[in-house]
Each structure stands twice: as C-alpha cells, then as structure tokens.
C-alpha cells in the first residue's frame, strides 16, 4: 500500500492552539467520506515556523501551500483539492505578500535551490562511478573528445560567462585560453581544494559527495589547453573527501576514462593527489603551486600568471573546486542554457555556505543575483529563537558585514563589493543583536594575523598594528585618531600588499567603520559595548535590593569571586570577575545585572 | 574502456533508474554521510537502519550512502524513495527514528511526520 498525496498539517503549539486538532480530525474524516482512505494519508508534522499563520497545510506532492485553514475549511480541502485536483484559491498563501513580510514563511530549503554544482550531493554514491554514469556522468568528456574541438570548448566557456568560484571571479574561459595559447607540450591543470575561510566547506562538500564531476572537468581542460597532468591540491584535514577523491579515481582509471588513450582517442591524463598542511595562504595560487613543489606556501609577486608560468615553471590552469564542479553540466547543456541563469555580470549558480544565528544552517545553491532576505530567511529559515538580524558577513576574512538595510540586494561579484565586502568562496555568517561587531572583526584580523605568510611586510606589519589597534577600542582604550589609523592602514594594506590574504584582511575593519560607526564609536566615546560582548567593557554587579542571598551565584562562579553567606546580600569582586556571565545566567531572582 | 562500452553501461543504468521512477523497482533509502552527517551519527543510523530491515526481512529496500544534502542543521538526514510514493527528506534521524522510518514509512507507506523536513530538491539532471 502507498498513498499518492498527502497533507501535512502543522502540529506545533502554536498551530495546536489554533485548532490543528480538530482540522486533522475533519480532514480524515472528509477523507474517509470522499473514499480516499487508501490515496491520501493525513500526516501531523512538526512546526513550519510560520506560526502567526497557522494553521499551516501542505499537500504533497505538489507543494500546495495553505494558511489559517480552520476546522470547517476540511470538507473544501478534501472535496476540490484532492477530489478535482483545484487547488482552494482563498487558503492560499499569498506569495507576493510574503515579501513584505521580514519574518519567515514556509520552510523551502530545497525549492528555492537551483543545484546545479551540487546536482550529484545528496544523490548519487560517491564510491559508486556506475551512478555518476547513469546521471550522464562523463557525457561531457565523450562530447570533448569526439564531437568538439579545443576553440570550441572555450567558446562555451566563454558563453557561459563562468566565473572562478574561489574568490575573485575571474573568467574561466580567459584562464583556459591563456594557457592553450602558450606553445609546448608540458602543462598542468590544478584543482584548488585548499578550502580555508572559517564556515566555508561547500569544497570538501562537492568532493565528498560527487568526486567524478572535478575529475571530468580537469580532463576537460587538459584536453583543452593541451596538457596530460592533472594535480588535486587539497588540506590534509579533509581525510574522507581524499578517500572518495582516491577511490574515484582508482575506478576511472579501472574504467579506462582516466589514464592512458582515453575511450580510445590519443588523449591521456593522469590525476595526482596532494597533501597540503592547511595553510590559509596556500588558497592563494602562487603559493598553492610553491607548496605542491614541496617549498614553503608563500606567494609570488604576479605576472607571471600561473597561466603562463606556473606549477614547474609551466603554463598551469588552477580553478576552484566548484568552479570545476560546474564545467561538465556547462559542456552538456550549452553555455548559453548557463548564461539564462544569473545577473548580467554573474553567471550561474552559487554554493553558500549558510551559517551563524540561523535556524536552517547548512549549504545552499542559488541562482546569482538571489537577495541576501531570500537565503536567509527563505531558505535559511531565519534567524534562531527569533531574535533580530544584525549583520551577515559574506567571503570570509577576507569579506565584510553587510548591514540589514541591505538585505535586498541582489547577490553578485560587483553588489557585494560596492558594500564592501566579496563573494569570496561562499561563506555566509549570519549574526543577531547579541554579537558585536568590533568582537567580531577582531575575531577575522586575529585569523588573517595568524595566518599570514610574513613576506611582505604591510600584510605582517599591518595586521597586526590592525589588530592592536582594534584591541585598544575593544579594551575601552581607543580614541578618534585611532580610528583614522585604522582606515590609512587599511588603504595602505589593501594597496601595498603581495597576495590577496594581505589586500583583503583590512575589509571586515573597514565595513565596521562603514556600516556601524555608531557601535564602533560607542566603544570610544562612552567605553560601552551595546551587545555586552566585549568583556573589559562589560561589568557584572549584584543588586542588593534583588538579591535574596540563595548562594546560587557563588556556586557557579568559576573563579570563586562572588563572596556572601546564605540569606545575605552577595557581591561580585570586580578584580577577580572574568566576565563569563555565568552567574547572570544562575540567578533565578534577576538580581544579577549586566553594565 | 570504448566509447560504445560506456554508452551501453549508461544506457543500463539509466534503465535501472527509470524502472525506479515508474514505480516498479526497488524502494531506496538514501543516507547523507559527508563528513558532517558521519559526525551527526549518520553511520549509527545507516546500520540502524540496515538491520531493520533485514530483521523484518524486507528484500527489496537499497540502503545506499551518498554525499551532504547540505542540510547541516538536522544531520543525520534520510531520504526515502519509495516507487509511486514522493520521495521525501527526513531530517534528525538517528537510529531509533531510523528503525522508525523503516517500519512506518516503508513497511506500511506512513510518513513519520515530525522529522520530515522537505521533498528533494528539483533535479536539474531530469
């Protein structure tokens, strides 16, 4: 027995104080009525999280979604949905409504996606090359290798309009020819796996669950450009993603698809894995290739371009993973079916990595051109325990907050670089109004510090007088003039430095200033910080008149500094207190106050 | 491998999965176990599940693996495909809700409503 529809009904307390109850009831007893029985199967489910319409109804498998749907509504339900297929026009949700709406509507995580790097992640059997076959895996390399020429790749290429995912988007298609123009016969094609910003790990995630697509796409480009070696860079601290790389391409080459005179052309390519310690800087393609040559990961100046000078001093093609991931799908479609998709200057689909305050973190692949409030709260499902949404930092360390007043931006390369801050490789960190915003840049710079190469001096110098700096303000100690150090440092940084690492680590510093002036003059002007974050600034003190002496407090004090005996007024020593808030969090009276 | 050999081996298992689709093979459940899922005890539930169905011997269930389905914050995620039914994701499985599933959802066709969490992604490969 299966039921071919069924209506989920929300049964959360809200919804359950609204009669959800007794809708399920009259539903299954329209159900019955209609002979349906064995069809459809009235579900109660958990909370859609949209509670101030509810109760909530969704019929599966269409998706039909219905709010503030009573009791008596069942009959209609039963008798013009699920009878004659119409759906009841006047439950429906109004969709364009909705968007007037900051709060969250329906759950959609996977409607709203677009999946088109991740179309094989969550679908296929990674280990499984037969699966990656049935879903037309390797139909690109077949179509490369016998209908298409070199030119004629990069022509779809360039149609597509793909841009590199790893960061700084630049055309693919350029890439590729750079390297085919250069002559001889020695060149390297590069898989960039070296995925190091904080909450980004849509890279290991495409590697772990669909491995061939790279491989496909890099035997493409060694077709293209005229190269027969192929080098996955990625962290040693990925271990599965290099198991199912491993195995991968243990089975293409078993297949005869990897290797020597493929599908018997005179094409060969050989993939080779390696290890890197994890080093942020090894992102950075210059010293990715002096890291695979076994020196130490540090960047060169550019030109020469990897393209033309690269790995071994040969011309060499490093693309992200997810740029990889998407070539297969640009070859068989067309790049004109990838260029419907996007914005005028951003083609495509891409893959974020969606987390911090959010009630549906995980990775997500949309369409560029996406609003930030439509991944968030759309797919995000808003922020937790409904608390308001403050900022959201895109790209990383290298990125910057974006503020809530520009929540409606269409998310592309050059918006998110007009507000100051990048698409980077996808990471998106969502923050509330309990998180400041000098706490958390000096959260990124303390990173970049740590994770600069100290080559040149204004990334080594920079950073950390950025650092100190920040520290001052964040200790109750800055001045005005301080802030203006900070800006021609940053300027100076941005200009002066090497490799990206150094020319972006000021960005998070310079979008506080930018966007939360306010905040960030607060911490100066009255050594206050508004989120109680920043804890030299935070002061935790005992209201005599509140505290009714219960001991509670003192016993959960970690550092044993909060003196008094039962039924007597306790008090907090302000020279030992570590601000760990501990005993606001204890006290059951509110006599526990936060300044 | 020639080119007519791969062609024939897609052809087969496009076959296979189309079968599927038409509601005549075999009833799928597919386990997220990217690194994250694995953490979230995703291979608890793989073996939870697994056992209950050979326990109430049930021949024609596939358990398979297969990559994140990016759904970080209800890992172990599930989803079932059972033919003629719509194939649904189900979010915070661990193993009890795992043998769960398996006795409601594929033994007598009733979704287990509180850890369901969306239907699959439209697959742009269809």
Known sequence: MAYKQYVLVCSGTACESSKSKDLIQNLNDEVRKAGLANDVQVVKTGCFGFCEKGPIVKVLPEETFYVQVKPADAAEIVAEHLVKGRPVSRLLYDAAQSKAHAKLEDIQFYQKQVRIVLRNCGVIDPDSIDEYIARDGYVALEKVLFEMSADDVINELKKSGLRGRGGAGFPTWRKWQFTKDVPGDEKYIMCNADEGDPGAYMDRSTLEGDPHSVLEAMMIA?????????????????????????TAIAKAKDYGLMGEKILGTDFSFDIEIRLGAGAFVCGEETALIASTEGGRGMPKPRPPFPAVKGLWNKPTVINNVETWASIPVIIMRGGDWYARIGTETSKGTKVFALTGKINNSGLVEVPMGTTLREIIYGIGGGIKGGKAFKAVQTGGPSGGLIPAQYLDTPIDYENLQKLGSIVGSGGMIVMDEDDCVVDITRFYLDFS?????????????GGRTLLNLL????????????????????????????????????????????????????????????AGKCKNLVRFTIDPDACIGCTVCARRCPVSCISGERKVVHVIDQSRCVKCGACLEACKFGAVLKS | MTLEGLRKLREEKQQALAQRDAGEGSIEVIIGMGTCGIAAGAKETFSAMVDEISRLRLGNVVVKQTGCMGLCASEPSVEVVVPGMPGVVYGKVDAAIGRRIVNSHIVKGELVGEYLFDKPAADIMK
């Open chain 1, 471 to 530: 520290d001052k303000v964040a200790n109750g100690n800055g001045t005005v003039a301080d802030v203006e150090q900070m800006q021609t440092l940053s300027h100076a940084m941005q200009r002066a430095s090497l490799c990206g690492l150094g020319q972006t680590t000021p960005n998070p510093v310079l979008s506080v200033i930018r966007h939360f002036k306010d905040e960030l003059m607060e911490h100066i002007d009255h050594k206050h910080c508004p």
């Open chain 1, 222 to 246: 060694g077709f293209t450009c005229g190269s027969s070696k192929g080098v996955i860079y990625i962290r040693a601290e990925y271990p599965l993603a290099i198991e199912r790389l491993n």
């Open chain 1, 449 to 461: 510090v740590d994770e600069s190469c100290g080559k040149c001096a204004p990334c080594r110098i």
